[in-house]
T-cell receptor, first 113, second 113 residues
Framework: KQEVTQIPAALSVPEGENLVLNCSFTDSAIYNLQWFRQDPGKGLTSLLLIQSSQREQTSGRLNASLDKSSGRSTLYIAASQPGDSATYLCALPRGGGADGLTFGKGTHLIIQP | DAGVIQSPRHEVTEMGQEVTLRCKPISGHNSLFWYRQTMMRGLELLIY????????DSGMPEDRFSAKMPNASFSTLKIQPSEPRDSAVYFC???????????FGPGTRLTVL
């Protein structure tokens, strides 16, 4: 069974800083990994999906990396903005070849203006 | 596309009542997922369908929960009878295939008094 841990649970930084969110997982036999963003009272928005054959994926100011052997992924946010404030969730397949995702508890990010 | 549509957005009911949550997936998507989010347990997969067929319902907490997908454009999650511990946000998500990017609806916030 896949278990996902996200560190830190919360992070507050001044606007403009570059930051890294961390995700670790227990089962490295994955076919992909997704990063989501959740705004308060809203649904989840997919940010990036990395296939197991990829090392990283980029979208604008976001860059996600994947290291299957160590069971880690990072989400790098460059030049943070107040609009980046949200909860960021890491999600992976549940394990055992099953579809559906297992989520970490998320990192609650606040960007101070 | 309008995205994944869920209704109602908010539901307040009394213990013992039947609750039905509804989901319309993105047109053309073949996989549909129901998740539940609570502060204590985070996001958990309840059940998922491929081509309208339930594949894995091992996440459904009790027999009080049931889900159907009568056609490709509609799914329901029913709780009968409801209990206060069922209070949570219920999300529906869809994807082209079980391993593709999942797109989430806005969720239904359920409160059982």
């Amino acid at each position: 069974k896949q278990e996902v841990t996200q560190i830190p649970a919360a992070l507050s930084v001044p606007e403009g800083e570059n930051l890294v969110l961390n995700c670790s997982f227990t089962d490295s036999a994955i076919y992909n990994l997704q990063w989501f963003r959740q705004d308060p009272g809203k649904g989840l928005t997919s940010l990036l999906l990395i296939q197991s054959s990829q090392r990283e994926q980029t979208s604008g100011r976001l860059n996600a990396s994947l290291d299957k052997s160590s069971g880690r992924s990072t989400l790098y946010i460059a030049a943070s903005q107040p609009g980046d404030s949200a909860t960021y969730l890491c999600a992976l397949p549940r394990g055992g070849g099953a579809d559906g995702l297992t989520f970490g508890k998320g990192t609650h990010l606040i960007i101070q203006p | 596309d309008a995205g994944v549509i869920q209704s109602p957005r908010h539901e307040v009911t009394e213990m013992g009542q039947e609750v039905t949550l509804r989901c319309k997936p993105i047109s053309g998507h073949n996989s549909l997922f129901w998740y539940r989010q609570t502060m204590m347990r985070g996001l958990e997969l309840l059940i998922y369908f491929n081509n309208n067929v339930p594949i894995d319902d091992s996440g459904m907490p009790e027999d009080r929960f049931s889900a159907k997908m009568p056609n490709a454009s509609f799914s329901t999650l029913k709780i009968q009878p409801s209990e206060p511990r069922d209070s949570a946000v219920y999300f529906c998500a869809s994807s082209f295939g079980g391993r593709d990017t999942q797109y989430f609806g806005p969720g239904t916030r359920l409160t059982v008094l």
